[in-house]
Nanobody, 113 residues
Framework: QVQLVESGGGLVQAGGSLRLSCAAS????????MGWYRQAPGKQRELVAG???????NYADSVKGRFTISRDNAKHTVYLQMNSLKPEDTAVYYC???????WGQGTRVTVSS
């Protein structure tokens, strides 16, 4: 019954930055890994970044060095700081809790060239 609400997307110029937030309403948030995924039109959803309950992180090669995932357990929120954005980052971004199949509604990121 995890509930996720993504926010922070928008339109940004290439090279710009955005910070996405995912607010989770779940009593077990602090013990779950969290992940950011994205899906572009005509493409399958892919994992962009993940963070464990202990704070360990992993990133897709395409975003490594540009994106940073973090979490604030007190706020039940996971963030994705996106820097040096590229047009190929354009997608709807979703978050998901590990061990669940529940997705948020997503937040749209559009990067113009």
């Amino acid at each position: 019954q995890v509930q996720l609400v993504e926010s922070g997307g928008g339109l940004v110029q290439a090279g710009g930055s955005l910070r996405l937030s995912c607010a989770a309403s779940a009593s077990t948030f602090t013990i779950r890994a969290m992940g950011w995924y994205r899906q572009a039109p005509g493409k399958q959803r892919e994992l962009v970044a993940g963070i464990t309950s202990g704070g360990s992180t992993n990133y897709a090669d395409s975003v490594k060095g540009r994106f940073t995932i973090s979490r604030d357990n007190a706020k039940h929120t996971v963030y994705l700081q996106m820097n040096s954005l590229k047009p190929e980052d354009t997608a709807v971004y979703y978050c998901k809790a590990g061990g669940t199949t529940a997705w948020g509604q997503g937040t749209r990121v559009t990067v113009s060239s």
